[in-house]
């Protein structure tokens, strides 16, 4: 039996024996390695066990990263709303002609720059033009009919004051006739009552033969001329005031006329006037749209969408080509309904742009009406039955602050991703 330590029963790992060395001298001999026992880890080549400890600190390590990564999201999360449903948002001008007409030049091409003012198309003027002329020849006329129509005013003002006044001297003069012929008629009365009395005495001193037939025909023929008078001058005072009666009638109806003749001509005047302003405010627009026959720019912007070219016959707002402002533009970030719990107007917010790779700082500046769902051609009808509950989102407009680098080169369309600041 050979000299080697027989492993403890008990112990927890085998003891190797030592190797054993040949009779004759030679190199010695391995002894067979042991089979480990079920559940223990088997030796290397060398006789060592693997060490687990480096295992385990390894194990330790990447939990320590995903817990760190797990409450470093969870923190981002509370702070900061992003999405990457949003994009470049800026207003797009249809341009348009306010006029009918030939086109005679087109100065732009799609993709072009322009400024604000900048002719861009041209119409043939000669229709416009031959307007502007007739207008102008309207407003000369009206001029002309005022400057007739306005001294007929002043004359008849002057008129119907001159006729008022000479139907009160008129109906004046006829109550100094009717007095007047009242006195004669009563100084005739008298006479006659006088004369009559006469010849009454007369008769009975004819009839005693104490006067002479001679006195008793003179007495008859003085009542006679008395009466007579009488006659004459009750005639004549029923004439006056016949003529008292038609000069009061005078005065009234030119007291009533005289002002209705007034305001008709003054009425007459004021209408010349209005279509004096006709006039002038159709000149004025034939004057505008001489102006109209060169379609220029209303902002600036980029050209796009051109569909015009010379010699096409336009119509009044047909669309001739599009103008995309390159100014005052924003963002639209369309956020889901539970990502707005927290988000206020005024937030700052950090846009990315995918196409430049760089960042833009801006700030929430108003959310949208309404879910963009509900904008849509068919909006959900929730009441048919079919509803099925799915997460809205909702657009927030995002102001880029101005005076930042590379905002010119932004392009409405291009896909952002903005983070919005919650705190």
Avoid at 54 to 83: F, P
Avoid at 372 to 387: D, H, R, W
């Amino acid at each position: 039996m050979d000299d080697q330590t027989t492993p403890a029963l008990d112990s927890p790992h085998p003891v190797h024996p030592a190797p054993a060395v040949r009779a004759n001298g030679g190199s010695p001999v391995r002894a067979p390695r042991p089979t480990p026992r079920e559940g223990e880890p088997a030796a290397d080549e060398s006789g060592t066990l693997p060490r687990r400890p480096y295992r385990r600190a390894l194990v330790a390590i990447l939990v320590l990263v995903a817990l760190s990564g797990g409450i470093a999201y969870w923190l981002y999360a509370r702070t900061y709303e992003d999405t990457d449903d949003a994009a470049v948002d800026g207003d797009i001008v249809a341009v348009s002609s306010r006029v009918v007409g030939s086109v005679t030049a087109v100065h732009v091409v799609d993709n072009q720059a322009v400024k604000k003012g900048e002719v861009l198309v041209e119409l043939d003027p000669t229709d416009l033009e031959v307007a502007v002329a007739r207008a102008r020849a309207a407003v000369a006329q009206a001029q002309a009919e005022i400057a007739s129509d306005q001294p007929t005013v002043a004359i008849t003002r002057v008129t119907s004051r001159s006729a008022v006044q000479q139907a009160r001297a008129d109906l004046e003069s006829a109550r100094a006739d009717v007095d007047a012929s009242q006195r004669s008629l009563d100084e005739a009365g008298a006479k006659e009552r006088l004369a009559r009395s006469q010849l009454a005495r007369a008769k009975e001193l004819l009839a005693g033969q104490s006067m002479s037939q001679e006195d008793y025909d003179a007495r008859a023929t003085a009542y006679d001329i008395a009466v007579a008078a009488v006659l004459s001058a009750q005639r004549q005072l029923d004439g006056r005031e016949a003529r008292l009666r038609a000069s009061e009638s005078r005065l009234h109806e030119a007291e009533q006329t005289a002002p209705g003749q007034l305001a008709s001509r003054e009425a007459l005047v004021e209408a010349r006037r209005a279509n004096l302003e006709l006039a002038q405010a159709e000149l004025h627009q034939a004057e505008l749209n001489l102006s109209y026959a060169k379609v220029a720019a209303p902002a600036d912007g980029i050209i796009g969408r051109k569909s015009v070219n010379p010699g096409e016959r336009i119509q009044v707002g047909q669309e001739l080509m599009a103008l995309t402002r390159t100014s005052g533009l924003w963002v639209t970030a369309n956020f889901r309904e539970t990502q707005l719990r927290r988000m206020r107007l005024g937030q700052p917010a950090i846009v990315h742009v995918d196409a430049l790779g760089k960042d833009f700082r801006g700030r929430v500046e108003s959310f949208g009406g309404a879910t963009g769902s509900m904008y849509s051609l068919l909006p959900p009808e929730n009441a048919s039955g079919n509803y099925v509950k799915v997460v809205q989102r909702i657009p927030v407009r995002i102001a880029l602050e101005p005076g930042q680098s590379g905002l010119d080169r932004l392009r409405p369309g291009m896909s952002v991703e903005p983070k919005v600041s919650l705190r």
